[in-house]
Every structure is written in structure tokens, then in C-alpha cells.
């Protein structure tokens, strides 16, 4: 199947630095990848949509500024948080998907990376 | 706007007794529903979609549109299938997911 992976898997930076994460398409082409958020025991939370070669879709509620995403090629995207805080502490996934495979689509997603800002 | 409802955060069965984890949804249109397992330390993984209509490792369920619902099932649960389970609405194919709060499931031997 086709594989997503993310680096770092853990990183821990101090508040007002900024930190990047990279998620990457192993064995296909992503046309679209997607950046979720998870709390704690909570839900997944989609942050925005990342078409390669556009500009990304935030949703409702998240700071397209501070979370600033790079689609700029078919097998990786990137989320570089700016000015981090404590307060976005969480847990990062992303998830990718292709037009390439038979039938319907299907988002595999990455083991996501844990962000913790001191 | 859609929305996805899992009414129950936590769900423990024994081992060989049917489980049915609960789904709910809110949408307009006809969504494709889906649900999703993340075993422990491991990545979310799709474990079946409604329009596919098949029963992967036990497991079923079925849209019902009158009922807005998506319940997983299996008729004997295995310790092995302890896990988080999400189940998730996309309005078209491959386009954004929209996930319930998760259940956890135990399966007690």
C-alpha cells in the first residue's frame, strides 16, 4: 500500500521559534495533502488542504499566517509553525491522497509528529 | 456543514461478544462514510468505506440513510481488535475528512 511518512516524528522547541514538519509520499504522487491536528484524547481537527503547486486552503479558525504550509511538489508538503507557543502543542498529521490509484480515493496518513514548545 | 457523532468515547466487550461501535452524521448531500482504526502506536489506517460494501477483519457496516447512521459491527470480537476507532464523512471522493470524536474500544479476554 502506499506509504506517508512525516519528520520529525517528536520535536520540542522553545516558544518563539518556529519549527517545520515534512510529509512525504514514499511510493506515489500526491496531488493533494491534507494537515490535521489532535489534542489529547480528542478528535482529529483538519487544519487545511494543500493542492501541489496552489496555495492552501485553511479552515475556518486557523492562522494561515502562523501556519504557514509548502505544497511545492507531488511528494512533499510542508507545515512550518512561526512563533510557536505553548498553546500549540499538539499532535501533527497529514494525510495524502492520489487521482493515480483505481477507484475511489483513499487518504493514507502519515505516524504524525509530536510538537511540544516550551 | 457536516458533522460526524460517535456517541461513545469508550466501549468494552469480551472477547467473542459482538460489538457495534455507534455512527452518526449530518449532511446535505450523500457522503461517503468511512471508518478508520489506529491500533496503539501505530498511524490511522482505513478499514472499510461504505461503497465498498465489504467486511474487512469481521468487521461490517451499513449506510443507512434514513437513520443518518454508520454503525460498525462484529458479530465476535476479538482481543486483537482493542484499537481507536474514527468514523468519517467526506462530501466527494477524496476530498476533505470530517471525523466523530473516536471510540475506544477494549476487548477483555
Known amino acids: 500500500g502506499a506509504v506517508v511518512s512525516q519528520h520529525p516524528s517528536r520535536v520540542i522547541c522553545k516558544s518563539g521559534t518556529s519549527v517545520k514538519i515534512e510529509c512525504r509520499s514514499l511510493d506515489f504522487q500526491a496531488t493533494t495533502m491534507f494537515w490535521y491536528r489532535q489534542f489529547p484524547k480528542q478528535s482529529l481537527m483538519l487544519m487545511a488542504t494543500?493542492?501541489?503547486?496552489?496555495?492552501?486552503?485553511?479552515e475556518q479558525g486557523v492562522e494561515k499566517d502562523k501556519f504557514l504550509i509548502n505544497h511545492a511538489s507531488l511528494t512533499l508538503s510542508t507545515l512550518t509553525v512561526t512563533s510557536a507557543h505553548p498553546e500549540d502543542s499538539s499532535f501533527y498529521i497529514c494525510?495524502?491522497?492520489?487521482?493515480?490509484?483505481?477507484?475511489?480515493?483513499?487518504?493514507?496518513f502519515g505516524p504524525g509528529t509530536r510538537l511540544t514548545v516550551t | 456543514a457536516q458533522r460526524v457523532t460517535q456517541p461513545e468515547k469508550l466501549l468494552s466487550v469480551f472477547k467473542g461478544a459482538p460489538v457495534e461501535l455507534k455512527c452518526n452524521y449530518s449532511?446535505?448531500?450523500?457522503?461517503?462514510l468511512f471508518w478508520y482504526v489506529q491500533y496503539s502506536r501505530q498511524r490511522l489506517q482505513l478499514l472499510l468505506r461504505h461503497i465498498s460494501r465489504e467486511s474487512i477483519k469481521g468487521f461490517t457496516a451499513d449506510l443507512n440513510k434514513g437513520e443518518t447512521s454508520f454503525h460498525l459491527k462484529k458479530p465476535f470480537a476479538q482481543e486483537e481488535d482493542s484499537a481507536m476507532y474514527y468514523c468519517?464523512?467526506?462530501?466527494?471522493?477524496?476530498?476533505?475528512?470530517?471525523f466523530g470524536e473516536g471510540t475506544q474500544l477494549t476487548v477483555n479476554p
Open positions: 494543500s493542492n501541489e503547486g496552489s496555495k492552501a486552503t485553511y
Open positions: 468519517a464523512l467526506s462530501a466527494t471522493s477524496g476530498s476533505r475528512l470530517t
Open positions: 494525510s495524502a491522497t492520489s487521482p493515480a490509484t483505481s477507484g475511489p480515493y483513499e487518504q493514507y
Open positions: 449532511y446535505s448531500g450523500s457522503p461517503e
